[in-house]
């Protein structure tokens, strides 16, 4: 049996704790955003992509298990740059309860087991996002800039996108994602299996909340960096902001109005 911490010692490991957390969130994050500009292993970089004109022709890609493998990965790599900023104030706050209620003698193990299931979840949309690139490139939709070729279907994402943001399940799931604290009681599971549990659970949440606003990365263009950055640094507003959820509805307004517009002038 582990011996009794001091409230002193409590109070020094909890800051170890949070040190370990904020650097391994730094690494993995900064990585995935250092991929992504490279290109994420296609043959541009993600800075070449974005400067170049959506209206360049340019040879469509053929989709091979390899060349799909390779979307697959750029779509996860993706979302773990735009998202888990965004998820770091839960896991923060999981290592800390794990360490005051004694799961581990290192709680930043379970807590990677609930980024794990977190991340997880996310992979499972990137899988359906590259296999939607994939049909919309194979019926002319989508060039190969990864950005849509029409006006209708660039519009409709658009209100599409805006109507959810205005939808309840939308605010239900937001809700969810930004009260960690609320989260936590509501959901607690012991051990990492039940870490995974609750990251897979948290996960599912932050994808019902954002996954229309990462099919805007079909309008603006998936590897165009000022729509990937825009739509993070949203993201991370939008749960973190204390009137994040008003924050929401105005884009969502926004969204529904652009979309209107571009249907008019086409």
Known sequence: ?????TPSALEALLRRDRIVVVA????????????????????????????MSRDMAMTPAVWTPAYAALMFSMWW?????????SAAPILLIYAR???????????????GTFAAGYLTVWAGFSAIAAALQWGLEESGLLSAMMVTTTAWLGAGLLVAAGLWQLAPIKQACLRQCRSPVTFLSEHWRDGNRGAFRMGLLHG????????????LLFFGG?????WIGGLAAYVLMEKLLPMGHWLGYAVGVGLVAWGGWLVVVA
């Open 77 to 85: 790599v993706m979302m773990v740059a735009m998202m888990l900023p």
């Open 24 to 51: 391994a969130l730094l690494v993995v994050i900064a990585l995935s955003w250092f991929w992504v500009t490279l290109g994420a292993g296609m043959e541009m970089t993600a800075l070449e992509m974005t400067r």
């Open 97 to 111: 309860i794990s360490r005051r209620e004694r799961e581990a003698k290192r709680p930043w193990a379970p807590t």
């Open 222 to 226: 998936v590897m165009n960096l000022w």
């Open 204 to 215: 599912g949440y932050c994808v019902g909340c954002c996954w229309f606003l990462m099919a």
């Open 1 to 5: 049996m582990m011996p009794e911490a």
